[in-house]
């Protein structure tokens, strides 16, 4: 799937002659944020700098020495009843019974 990139914040720094910009990868249902700058003077063709920082942002999100940059995990957790405060409350050692007191048969304990 190609990535998108949406450019907001743009300004242009006059004391490093910089257009200053947030470059919004999309990449899938994912979106990160990346602060990018790229040096030209104020009256350079905004397609030019778009281009540049759509592309500098690029660069940042998938180093050209880095294979991978992330990993999905796509497998579900332990096959439970799906809620884990369920399953954390019938786990063995029964913890609400042992802080009410009682033992796992039900009966109170005897003191």
Same mark, same amino acid.
């Given at each position: 799937m190609p990535l998108k990139t949406r450019i907001?914040?743009?300004?242009? %720094?006059? +004391?490093?002659? %910089?257009? +200053?910009a947030d470059v919004t990868v999309i990449d899938g249902t994912d979106c990160f944020t990346y602060a990018v700058a790229h040096s030209?003077?104020?009256?350079?063709d905004t397609s030019l700098i778009c281009a540049a920082l759509s592309a500098q942002a690029r660069a940042q999100h998938q180093p050209a020495s880095c294979t991978l940059t992330r990993r999905?995990?796509?497998e579900?957790?332990?096959?439970?009843?799906?809620?884990i405060a369920k399953d954390i409350l019938f786990s063995r050692p029964n913890y609400l019974e042992q802080i009410l007191g009682r033992q796992a048969g039900g009966a109170m304990r005897e003191a």
């Open positions: 907001t914040n743009v300004r242009h %720094c006059a +004391e490093t002659g %910089c257009f +200053e030209a003077p104020i009256d350079t999905r995990v796509s579900s957790l332990a096959a439970g009843s799906g809620d």
